[in-house]
């Protein structure tokens, strides 16, 4: 058993059809990175997961238990189990670092906010942003608030992280300290889905890749296997495009 299993899943916006019958895994502890052409379907697939695109056909399994995307205490229960983190880091702007990783704790799964607060010092600590805390996000550069917003994100200890190009909104010289912070993540047990246009890190971290096209799987295979000896042409065209 698969700690994620992703099997068939299809989604359309406006019955235009954008995912097309995806099937992935990931095992615990794993980094599965999705790659693949603007509009594949990366972003779609993510949404869905975590529950903010209604799948229209296939199954979510983790840990063996499938996810009822059609009811809201399956919906609540999948999203302490997995977080996500968008290129855009939408926090919230009148509270201070603190306060935005500790509040889905205490609002969402009412953890007393004595505790939820020094978890959330905790986990500053951890991106490095320790000494932080009573900053507001715009007192911070945008390395920073995408540091805050992983934090947030590990707030609820999800097992499942995704991550969505959360390098792309940053200024060159602020890609690297979020990528550290990643990359630090990886080693930690959790399993990490993530999709990325920093194609050297994709192929450093990743235990698994896979090439999405169209809204389907091309192709998946381990870093090495998509880099050096990918099998279809389209994954060969695409990594040998970027690097
Ligand atoms: P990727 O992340 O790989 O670039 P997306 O999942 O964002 O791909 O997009 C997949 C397809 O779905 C694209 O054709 C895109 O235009 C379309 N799409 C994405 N979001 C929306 C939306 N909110 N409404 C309608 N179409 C969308
Ligand atoms: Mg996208």
Do not use: W
Not at 113 to 127: F, G, N, S
Not at 170 to 179: I, K
Not at 224 to 233: D, G, L, R, V
């Amino acid at each position: 058993m698969h700690h994620l299993d992703v099997r068939d899943l299809e989604a359309s916006y406006a019955g235009n059809p954008v995912l097309r019958g995806v099937t992935l895994s990931a095992d615990k502890g794993e980094v599965v990175s999705l790659i693949g052409p603007s509009g594949s379907g990366k972003s779609t697939l993510l949404r869905v997961l975590i529950g903010l695109t209604p799948p229209t056909a296939g199954a979510v399994c983790i840990g063996g238990t499938a996810v009822d995307y059609a009811d809201k205490r399956s919906l609540r229960a999948l999203r302490s189990r997995m977080s996500i983190v968008f290129q855009q880091f939408n926090l919230f702007q009148n509270m201070t670092a603190l306060a935005n990783v500790a509040i889905a704790p205490v609002k969402v799964h009412g953890v007393p906010k004595r505790e939820a607060e020094e978890r959330a010092m905790a986990l500053l600590e951890k991106v490095g942003l320790g000494h932080k805390g009573d900053s507001y996000p715009d007192q911070l550069s945008g390395g920073q608030q995408q540091r805050v917003a992983i934090a947030r994100a590990l707030a609820v200890e999800p097992e499942i992280l995704l991550l969505d190009e959360v390098t792309s909104a940053l200024d060159p010289e602020r890609v690297g300290e979020v990528l550290d912070t990643v990359r630090a993540l990886a080693g930690d047990g959790i399993t990490m889905l993530l999709v990325s246009h920093e194609m050297a890190f994709v192929r450093e971290i990743s235990t698994r890749v896979v090439m999405m096209d169209a809204g389907q799987v091309v192709e998946t295979g381990t870093s090495a296997e998509i880099f050096t000896a990918a099998k279809m042409e389209r994954t060969r065209a695409f990594v040998g495009a970027v690097i």
